[in-house]
């Protein structure tokens, strides 16, 4: 059996997940964020039937939100950032993470917070870079295998197993956060559609 690294003084925590299963879990949430769009589309296209019926948008609106446009792809981030947010601020995990049992702890080994987890995801985007290499090489610099997000969020993903008895939070707290991302990150699929539709 492997043994782990001690313990680093300063954070309690003897290693961070590693970029495989990280990039595992945010694929789990992209695909979830299809399924999600294909949901929130549907309703999307309803309420944009009814305001037609309304009188308050024009006829053709079908055709109108075809394709891409900087205001739906800037409020798609935006959607993102908000599930990452509201799931890993609320639980310390999104959907995938949870698949993959991974969980989002400040450095320090308590639980993340909403303003942590805002930077994190917001950094992401830079992360991101190049298919994930941005982040990639900062974690390799790191040993906690952060990457430039969780160092300025001074966070750290690490094995569920591994998280302190005091940084567990109830179960009952994932679905809260995953509720409440999900329903943000359709709020803006939505918005983004209706735009489009004007």
Known sequence: MEQQPPPLPETGIA?????GIRFLARLIDLIFGYMLGLLFGIIAGLVLAMLQAAGTINPGWQHRVRGLSA????????????????????????????????????????????????RRSLAYLWDSLFFGLVGY???????????YGDAWAKTVVVRTASVPAGAKRPLGWFFLGLFLGALCWGAMLVLALILKAK
């Open 15 to 19: 290693e961070g997940a590693g970029f």
């Open 71 to 118: 205001t739906g792809f800037g409020l798609s981030l935006l959607g993102v950032i908000l599930y990452h947010t509201a799931t890993e601020g609320i639980y310390g995990a999104s959907l995938g993470k949870l698949i993959c049992r991974l969980h989002v702890l400040t450095a320090d080994g308590r639980p993340c917070n909403m303003a942590r987890a805002f």
């Open 137 to 147: 090489q900062s974690m390799q610099k790191s040993p906690l295998n952060q990457r």
